[in-house]
Every structure is written in structure tokens, then in C-alpha cells.
């Protein structure tokens, strides 16, 4: 079945790095795009960024440009997401999702069929 698995989520203090990683399986992963989104307590579920799995296509929110780096290893059929210059407002649960349609956009989660659990990020002194 299809599978989503998020790791390397943790404790970071501001300015430094983390590097999130999504393995999936169950699925041909160069037909589709694989996003990355999060949700902060009390916030709604927000896209951070999204890549294609068989095109150089990538896309990223303003919040990430700059910072966040999202990168694919499709003979690991795993997704990065390298984010650097972590600020404390880029605490939150860290999902991967799969994009299985290019309906209202790649930041919208509606887009989405299968998501993973998420890993935590917290970024504090």
C-alpha cells in the first residue's frame, strides 16, 4: 500500500539546520509530485514546498525561498527538504504528502491523496 514516512524532525536553535526526509513506497513515484507541508498549533496546514519526481519542476512558498531546499533521490524513492537559517516561527509538524492532481495548486492540501504521520520541528533557544 502507499506509504508516506517522514523523518528527522528535532530540536533546532534559531539560525541553525535541519534536513527532513519522506520515504515512500507502494506507488510509481515519477508519476506524481511529492509536497511538504506543515502545521503550527492553532494554524492552518500550510504548503512549504513540492517537487516533481520526474521533471525539474519544483515550488516553494515565500516563507521558504531562500532558506529551504527541496531535492529528490528517486533511486531511494526519497524526498528531501534541506532547510537552513531556521526561525522560531518555522515550528511545526512536518508532512509529505502526494500531489495527485493539479487541481487548485500545489500549496493547496485538497491536491493531496495520501500524507504521511509528520515529524516534529521546533526551533528555540
Known amino acids: 500500500q502507499v506509504q508516506l514516512v517522514e523523518s528527522g524532525g528535532g530540536l533546532v536553535q534559531p539560525g541553525g539546520s535541519l534536513r527532513l526526509s519522506c520515504a515512500a513506497s507502494?506507488?510509481?513515484?515519477?508519476?506524481?509530485?511529492i509536497g511538504w507541508f506543515r502545521q503550527a498549533p492553532g494554524k492552518e496546514r500550510e504548503g512549504v514546498s513540492c517537487i516533481s519526481m520526474r521533471t525539474t519542476i519544483t515550488y516553494y512558498a515565500d516563507s521558504a525561498k531562500g532558506r529551504f531546499t527541496i531535492s529528490r533521490d528517486n533511486a531511494k524513492n526519497t524526498v528531501y527538504l534541506q532547510m537552513n537559517s531556521l526561525k522560531p516561527e518555522d515550528t511545526a509538524v512536518y508532512y509529505c504528502?502526494?500531489?495527485?492532481?493539479?487541481?487548485?495548486?500545489?500549496?493547496?492540501?485538497?491536491?493531496?491523496?495520501?500524507w504521511g504521520q509528520g515529524t516534529q520541528v521546533t526551533v528555540s533557544s
Open positions: 504528502a502526494r500531489r495527485y492532481r493539479g487541481g487548485s495548486g500545489w500549496a493547496y492540501a485538497s491536491d493531496y491523496d495520501y
Open positions: 507502494g506507488f510509481t513515484l515519477d508519476s506524481y509530485f
